[in-house]
């Protein structure tokens, strides 16, 4: 059974830092060849994709609201995507997805506040 599982959630102070984690099993392929995304989504917002993890190159790409801050990496002999998130806003408050094609994970709630 293919699977997502996040961790890494909670609650942050503004200008704080979390880091997610999101492992996979049950992959057909090596882990190393898949696009591994992050998403968040806000209550009463769209869905929001905020970085990717290209396969095989591991070449990375954010959207503009968390260039610069978020970090997405990934560590293939634990199957493991990683999402640092630094100089946290109250904005980045938002449940966080991992997703790679159709499979997506529980998701895990990250708030910023004072």
């Known amino acids: 059974q293919v699977q997502l599982v996040e961790s890494g959630g909670g609650l942050a102070q503004p200008g704080g830092s979390l880091t997610l984690s999101c492992t996979a099993s049950?992959?057909?392929?090596?882990?190393?060849?898949?696009?591994m995304n992050w998403f968040r989504q806000a209550p009463g917002k769209e869905r929001e994709l905020v970085a990717t993890i290209f396969g095989i190159t591991d070449n990375m790409k954010y959207s503009d609201s968390v260039k610069g801050r978020f970090t997405i990496s990934r560590n293939k002999p634990k199957k493991t995507v990683y999402l640092e998130m630094n100089s946290l806003k109250p904005e980045d408050t938002a449940m966080y997805y991992c997703?790679?094609?159709?499979?997506w994970g529980q998701g895990t709630q990250v708030t910023v506040s004072s």
């Open positions: 997703n790679t094609a159709d499979i």
């Open positions: 049950g992959f057909p392929v090596a882990f190393t060849y898949y696009v």
